[in-house]
């Protein structure tokens, strides 16, 4: 569970408040001086994220624009529900099984460009607004190395981990979708649209899983289920290009996404005294603060010590283990949900994105070894997906793969 706490959006905002906002300042011109060059390339480029800088208040919503260099679900402003679909392609010839691909990459392009648009063809979509709808499809690394697609060398599957109880019927796929949007109606008649599409061109629905936030005021972190603040100290824009996309080229505006489903005992955690619960995570639970620390947004000192010699956040600390400091500041872009499926059965569904998946393995191996968390947590599924570059409007997803 690498979560030192980090997600950059503010979630409780309506997205629109600040994309809106945000593109009327571009195409206005009055972008702060500093970040004129980085916002003139992405505004070139397609990117959709959202900017703190340019919050705002627009007289209408409007849906998310699904075309563009880079798929909008990867940052643009993170919504309170999503719903992920994995799938597999039957395995016939190399060449039939690519001719599949292409048709599902087109069916799901047309269905999710259809559905996140201003006038979504499904009248259950209709009448209530604009959806707000992002999408991001991704190939797995066993369909890539099948099928000798164009995907980064370092795409791979990840290792097993100690403690790692994985179901395999919940975890991987050949393709895996993620929806997000500010109704869980919305996700559930896209997920529904999705999955129709996708097995009509010749996928196999493998498993699905849905998550949600809860809501917060403006300008404050979202919890997770044992309480602690979940979306702090993610990359900034510059940091994301550096560590979150791909290098220049044809990978340039693709990722690659982890996923693992976390059972968290939220009981056993919660029996906890409040202390010791702090010493576990590395922040105050009641302010998000890191030990030591005076501000929530502080970088944690990992090696500052108390007069006794002893680490101010603990060695097996959850944030200290998870810190970037060890590893030379590579950083993920993390936008992870809770899911409830029942009494026994809570936890968090970890999303990551970023450029290397070895980031994540180095994380996970020491988390695994010397967590203080572990006793409250069990891995029990897993997926890694190269997320796709963008679609331009008279193209479809995947284009990349075949050069």
């Not at 919050?55 to 992920?84: D, K």
């Not at 395999?168 to 896209?190: E, F, I, K, M, N």
């Not at 899983?209 to 979202?222: D, E, I, L, N, V």
């Not at 180095?362 to 891995?379: C, E, T």
Request: net charge positive.
């Amino acid at each position: 569970m690498p979560t030192e706490q980090g997600n950059a959006q503010d979630s409780s905002r309506p997205a629109a408040t600040r994309f809106g906002r945000r593109r009327a300042l571009l195409a206005g011109g009055a972008v702060l001086a500093a970040g004129i060059g980085a916002a003139a390339d992405e505004l070139a480029r397609g990117d959709r994220t959202a900017d703190s800088a340019t919050l705002g208040a627009p007289p209408t919503e409007s849906a998310i624009p699904f075309h563009g260099a880079r798929q909008a679900g990867v940052m643009a402003p993170q919504q309170p529900a999503t719903h992920l679909l994995s799938f597999d392609l039957p395995q016939t010839s190399a060449a039939t099984d690519r001719k599949t691909l292409r048709g599902v990459l087109g069916a799901l392009t047309r269905t999710l460009a259809a559905a996140a648009s201003d006038t979504p063809p499904d009248p259950r979509l209709q009448g209530g607004g604009a959806s707000r709808l992002t999408s991001l499809v991704g190939i797995g690394p066993a369909l890539a190395a099948r099928l000798g697609l164009n995907v980064p060398a370092s795409l791979g599957e990840l290792p097993s981990f100690p403690g790692d109880r994985l179901d395999p019927r919940r975890s991987g796929g050949d393709l895996l979708v993620q929806l997000c949007a500010a109704d869980r109606w919305t996700l559930t008649v896209v997920a529904e649209l999705a999955d129709r599409a996708a097995h009509a061109a010749g996928a196999v629905p493998r498993w699905t899983q849905s998550g949600f936030m809860p809501h917060t005021a403006p300008g404050t972190t979202p919890r997770n289920l044992f309480g602690s603040k979940d979306g702090t100290a993610n990359p900034d824009r510059a940091a994301a290009e550096q560590w979150v996309w791909g290098p220049s080229g044809a990978h340039r505006d693709g990722t690659v996404l982890v996923y693992r489903r976390i059972r968290m005992d939220v009981t056993g955690f919660a029996a906890l005294p409040e202390n010791q619960r702090d010493q576990v995570i590395g922040r105050r639970a009641r302010d998000g603060v890191p030990l030591g620390g005076t501000a929530e947004h502080d970088e944690p000192d990992i090696f500052a010590k108390n007069p006794d010699g002893s680490y101010v956040i603990p060695a097996t600390a959850h944030v200290r283990l998870a810190s970037p400091r060890f590893d030379g500041g590579a950083r993920m872009l993390r936008r992870s949900y809770s899911y409830d499926d029942g009494p026994a059965d809570r936890g968090l569904l970890f999303c990551a994105f970023m450029r290397d998946p070895a980031r994540f393995t180095r994380v996970q191996n020491r988390l695994a070894a010397r967590d203080a968390l572990n006793p409250f947590l069990q891995h029990r599924a897993s997926a890694v997906a190269y997320v796709l570059p963008g679609a331009a409007p008279a193209g479809i997803l995947g284009e990349q793969l075949w050069t």
